[in-house]
């Protein structure tokens, strides 16, 4: 069984940086992608970014890119999501799961944490 834990939300600041981490246990195997979801109070929860297990190799939601960034530490089995020029818009719960293969739709993904808050104020 798989358990993920997001942790390094808070309330920030528009325009402050803000990491996120997602502790992964059990098994992960090499063709896993590993994603980044965020939901708002009243919306639809939303692709933000997802890195391949193997090769590193990312994708990243149209409202993140060029802000966000992904990456991952296979010894440690964590994968990060740093944000940049944070908005108020991007004001949500962000949680991190993991897909058997690569994917932007969270129906894709099976395995969920239980989601970390960020809070932007402008």
């Known amino acids: 069984q798989v358990q993920l834990v997001e942790s390094g939300g808070g309330l920030v600041q528009a325009g402050d940086s803000l990491r996120l981490s997602c502790a992964i246990s059990?098994?992960?195997?090499?063709?896993?992608?590993v994603g980044w979801f965020r939901q708002a109070p009243g919306k639809e929860r939303e692709f933000v970014s997802t890195i391949g297990w193997r090769l590193g190799r990312t994708d990243y939601g149209d409202s993140v890119r060029g802000r966000f960034t992904t990456s991952r530490d296979n010894a440690k089995t964590l994968v990060y999501l740093q944000m940049n020029s944070l908005k108020p818009e991007d004001t949500a719960v962000y949680y991190c799961?993991?897909?058997?293969?690569?994917?932007?739709?969270?129906?894709?993904?099976?395995?969920w944490g239980q989601g970390t808050q960020v809070t932007v104020s402008s």
């Open positions: 799961a993991i897909a058997r293969a690569y994917g932007r739709d969270w129906a894709d993904y099976k395995y």
């Open positions: 059990g098994p992960i195997i090499a063709s896993n992608w």
